[in-house]
């Protein structure tokens, strides 16, 4: 832990971090004599300064974005030439699973540590090394195919590094963006992530399948060549990816991990969310094979199932590039409640037809809330959580998802096989209708709109500071949805740099 403030401190106050001196964010100054903000009461905006720079004319911002846009199509592409590299030149499924399970054990097993190495190490130069070290490991699978020289093991030590340093990369892109926006253009810019993300999973693997169709080895040079241009842009962006730490701090990993899981377990409104995305995310992996069962019974082709799962990311790519007109104009507890409510109506009508057009559809609507739920959630954590905090938040939020991924394919193949089709999809149905009353009887989703301190940040969330203001981020001065009487994120943050609570 943190060592105490140094001299003698008030009555009822005790000392949360002195880890950071935090950067005034673009656009204006914060004065360093300023008086600390009073707790329960939001930052008051610094001296006016000069208009923010619109993101298509943030130079840092758009390098960071476009060379993270080029290594998500890359994965995606590389996800779907694994196996299939295994099954032309060895024609075996087993191998081809064990490829596959290399390519996705990382995200189960690395997420935790890498988040806590994310906020112990500088993140420009650990994200340069993870497009480095992915360079060689797709450049020499490429080289490989090129020369006919194809070898399991070596397919999965390569899918395992890749994956595990996509992870590091991701969390550490993840936490650099706060950065390098202002804070008035953090929403916007989270929300064009998201989308971007939407639009590699929507484009990645088709362009796999037909990068491998052309050459066996064209789908592993394009990813290599992806790389390198991210690499380039990493060089070439000019702003820190994090803020100074005044001090630095000697914990073990184990400490840095629990700390990060605490801190994550005091967010009230926060864990609740992600357990409520957690369980929906199981749901809807049983619904992704539950899909192909139906197709398959229907007589659909694969070519069937993959139209179903392409409407699917067009409707997740709408709903995130929604993301700014809801939070504009609705509350964190209406968007949440309403999100399950939504899915908990189009989950039980796939119980009831093997149209494809109408799974479309059905996939479509629910890959829309996705997309926006994706959105709200991100820009709520991002907002609230600390800088020094941001790997280990993202690794927890990340982990749980995946691990629910994993749950629900099980679960999934288990209830089809016993109790077919429909009545595993309305039982299905029946979890997210029980998550929709969970939301509803939920005193962390109703405190989040009874808690002052988090109306005002609702209202912010989702729509820009006016021009030539500059607002301090959430994250220095934002109640958590714990109530008024709940535990504040560093509920004011003095110039010098220590966080202060109300015990």
Not at 98 to 111: D, Y
Not at 332 to 360: D, I, K
């Amino acid at each position: 832990m943190v060592p105490p403030w140094p001299g003698r401190r008030a009555a009822g106050v005790r000392i949360v971090s002195i880890v950071e001196e935090p950067a005034p964010p673009s656009g204006g100054a914060v004065p360093r004599g300023a008086p600390p903000t009073p707790p329960g009461e939001p930052p008051a905006p610094a001296e006016p300064g000069p208009p923010s720079v619109p993101l298509r004319r943030n130079r840092d911002f758009l390098l960071l974005w476009v060379g993270a846009a080029g290594t998500l199509i890359g994965a995606r592409i590389t996800s779907i030439a694994y196996p299939m590299l295994v099954l032309w030149y060895t024609g075996s499924a087993g191998n081809a699973g064990l490829v596959g399970a290399a390519a996705l054990l990382p995200h189960l097993l690395v997420q935790l540590p890498a988040g806590a190495f994310v906020d112990r190490w500088d993140r420009r130069r650990m994200m340069i090394f993870c497009d480095l070290g992915c360079l060689v490991a797709t450049g020499s699978v490429a080289l490989a195919v090129l020369l006919d020289r194809i070898w399991v093991p070596q397919l999965m030590v390569v899918a395992f590094v890749q994956t595990s340093l996509s992870v590091f990369y991701q969390l550490g892109e993840r936490a650099a963006v706060r950065q390098l926006v202002p804070a008035d253009q953090l929403s916007t810019a989270l929300t064009q992530n998201e989308a971007r993300g939407r639009a590699a999973v929507l484009i990645g693997q088709p362009v796999g399948g037909v990068l491998f169709t052309a050459a066996k080895w064209a789908p592993f040079l394009f990813t290599t060549i992806a790389h390198l241009g991210s690499l380039i842009a990493l060089l070439l962006i000019r702003k820190p990816f994090q803020q100074a730490r005044t001090e630095r701090r000697v914990t073990t990993l184990r400490a840095d991990i629990a700390e990060g899981l605490a801190w994550m377990w005091q967010q009230r409104f926060l864990r609740t969310v992600l357990g409520f995305v957690a369980i929906s995310n199981a749901v809807f992996q049983a619904l992704t094979l539950a899909l192909m069962v139906i197709i398959r019974n229907g007589g659909g082709s694969a070519a069937v199932v993959g139209a179903v799962i392409g409407a699917s990311g067009i409707g997740g790519m709408l709903g995130a590039l929604s993301g700014m007109w809801w939070l504009r104009r609705a509350t964190l507890r209406a968007l949440v409640v309403g999100g399950l409510a939504a899915w908990a109506v189009t989950v039980p009508l796939m119980a009831f037809t093997t149209n494809p057009v109408h799974l479309s559809v059905i996939f479509a609507a629910n890959s829309y809330v996705g997309g926006l739920f994706n959105v709200v959630g991100m820009v709520y954590m991002v907002r609230i959580t600390p800088d020094p905090m941001m790997g280990r938040v993202g690794a927890v939020a990340t982990l749980l998802a995946s691990g629910s991924n994993f749950l629900g394919a099980l679960g999934g193949g288990v209830l089809l096989a016993g109790a077919g089709i429909r009545p595993t999809v309305l039982w299905l149905s029946a979890v997210m209708s029980s998550l929709v009353v969970l939301a509803v009887l939920s005193p962390a989703v109703r405190g989040i709109a009874r808690t002052p301190d988090n109306a005002r940040m609702v209202r912010r969330l989702g729509r820009h500071a006016a021009p030539g203001r500059n607002n301090v981020p959430p994250a220095a001065g934002v109640r958590t949805g714990n109530g008024a009487a709940g535990p504040t994120v560093a509920a004011a943050q003095p110039a010098n740099g220590r966080s202060i609570e109300k015990v």
